[in-house]
């Protein structure tokens, strides 16, 4: 399948630096992974924080050779872990947090208040007025419902704000990560966005001072981007144009996305046309910025051979659930065997449903019970979407750095699980 070069260096869908080691094992983060397993247990989460910086930087460095006023805001959606939030915060990021949890989480990861923006479609009066408590810099607001929920509670204070619209672009993207068409639950099209901002401007203490579009995730074409921006000039003279995220990442060798210059080059070449030059850009990189930062490493249990091979591991879709919630395609390797070859199989979940299938139809050499069996590209929405289906624990957070490993998210314990039951 073309996975591993001839040179046993690992294809591009692993974290930066990670290497095939003397012994023939996956290292990432100069971390062996069957050590990792073996030490930490499996499933588990393994994060190579170098990968993550360097992408940090990428991002800042695109911008800062291509406009003046400019911020990059990590989408914590993809990753919400202080340890994640405190790394990005020391690389001088921005943040965007779409609930009260992730603003709690931003806060208590190093972020502050000034420098977080509050997203989400069906926002709270309590998430608002944690906003407004924290100091947040600015909340999105999606819809005209929310002005008169943000009105209610501003008690006197003042907020800035920016309205999220729908430009009516629609990517090539699956059709439940894409949110810029008109038919979204997301944001507003631009004639009732037009409404909300004549009513903001009727309400003292909210400060519009621009706009937010977001048109979809995991997105390979660059053309979209700029169709949207032409499409938000109509609605006037801003301050502030934040331009989302939704740069696509490389799940299978055969992804080849555009590089993080192409994609900031597009975006601001295209603001520059429509827009201006003297105005403030703002992007929101979350999967970019962490993916490929982050494997998942497992314990063979089971192999069964029959009409196909189910290689059957001890998590499944407790730990990532995308792949039976939009058909999210993965790779696998044995971690002490890596290569192209082998027999075709499926690697499957340990839960009670047909559809906790994490990977299919990889070919891995001899699988084996007590293999350590690793899928990559799991740091975005990995550790965000897990959950306790069938009663299984959630995974530890592994941080690797210079062959150095340590816990940043313990493994969750059976005792949790009951933690919060009173009954």
Known sequence: MGRMAATGVLSHVYPLGSRLNEAGRIEVGGCDLVELAREFGTPAYIVAEDDIRARARAFSEAFRARHDSWEVLFASKAFPCTAVYR???????????ASGGELALALGGGFTAERIYLHGNAKSVDELRAALDAGVGH??????????????VLDGRSQRVLIRVTPGVRPSTHDFIATGQLDSKFGMPLDAARAAMARIA????????????????????????RRAIDEIAALGTFEVYNLGGGLGVAYTAQDEPPSVEAYVEAKVSAAHAALGTDIRLLIEPGRSLVANAGV????????????????????????????????????????????????????????????????????????????????????????????????????????????????????????????????
């Open 87 to 97: 790394l990005l915060a020391e690389e001088g990021l921005a943040c965007d947090v």
């Open 139 to 152: 909340i999105v607001i999606d819809s005209l419902d929310e002005v008169e929920r943000l009105a209610a």
């Open 202 to 225: 009727e309400i003292e203490g909210l400060d519009l001072v621009g706009v937010h579009m977001h048109i979809g995730s995991q997105i390979f074409e660059l053309e979209p981007y």
């Open 296 to 423: 998942t490493i497992y314990t063979v249990e089971t192999v069964k051979r029959g009409v196909s091979t189910y290689v059957a591991v001890d998590g499944g879709m407790s730990d990532n659930l995308r792949p039976m919630l939009y058909g999210a395609v993965y790779e696998a390797e044995l971690a002490d065997r890596p290569g192209a070859g082998g027999e075709l199989c499926h690697v499957a979940g340990k839960h009670c449903e047909s559809s906790d299938v994490i990977v299919r139809d990889v070919h891995l050499p001899d699988p084996r019970p007590g293999d350590v069996l690793v899928t990559p590209v799991t740091g975005a929405y990995g550790h965000a979407m897990a959950n306790n289906y069938n009663g299984v624990p959630r995974p530890p957070v592994v941080f690797c750095r210079n062959g150095d490993a340590r816990v940043v998210v313990r493994r969750e314990t059976v005792e949790d699980l009951a933690s919060r039951d009173v009954g």
